[in-house]
């Protein structure tokens, strides 16, 4: 089945997530994340989500939530900041979206959440892109999406192929459970 069709039968459902972790086009993705170390992938993840709180910025000016759980979550992946204090501002962020009426705009605080949860574990690296997907096929509806969908998960695998090489290059600090 295409990825289309699945996705336009969970609309039908009514279902919030519109993609799944073995959705045919994460298959290339899928086995590139697993090649990665986990700092590669929290760079990758982070950088994803940079981008999607600059969209919201821009939409809720003064709502920080979204802004406020990326910083405090590179904090915590450089050691500066606990575990707790991180998993605070994600929670706040995710529940900015139980407070926005905007389908889209909801996916991507979800989506932010995920992205900045993969310094836990790389399990949640897969969210950010389920979440920003469904935002992206919110926001364009299932007849104008797939240029849209299928070019961004190219652009997720470039991304993650740049990572993959400059991650030993990188000049930040890590946390001692990162580099292990």
């Known amino acids: 089945m295409d990825w289309l069709e699945e996705v336009q039968q ?3 459902r009514k279902n919030q997530i519109l993609f799944s972790k073995d959705c045919p086009l994460f298959e290339q993705l899928n086995l590139l994340l697993a090649q990665q ?5 929290v760079l990758w993840a982070l950088e994803l989500a940079e981008e999607a709180v600059g969209y919201l910025k821009e939409k809720y000016p003064l709502d920080s939530r979204p802004a406020d759980a990326l910083v405090v979550t590179r904090l915590w ?3 500066k900041v606990k575990m707790p204090v991180a998993k605070k501002e994600i929670l706040r962020c995710h529940g900015m979206a139980k407070e926005l009426s905007s389908a889209d705009d909801i996916a991507l605080c979800h ?3 995920q992205a900045c949860g993969t310094v836990h574990a790389v399990g949640h690296a897969l ?3 389920i979440y920003e997907l469904t935002a992206i096929v919110r926001r364009m509806g299932t007849e104008n999406c797939r240029t849209a969908v299928e070019g961004r998960v190219r652009q997720y695998i470039e991304q993650l192929v740049y990572w ?7 000049k930040g600090e890590w946390a001692d459970f990162m580099v292990k």
């Open 111 to 113: 989506a932010i959440g």
């Open 77 to 79: 992946a450089a050691g």
């Open 37 to 41: 170390n986990h700092r590669a992938v």
């Open 127 to 129: 969210g950010f892109p």
């Open 164 to 170: 993959q090489e400059y991650e030993p290059g990188f």
């Open 10 to 12: 969970k609309i039908k």
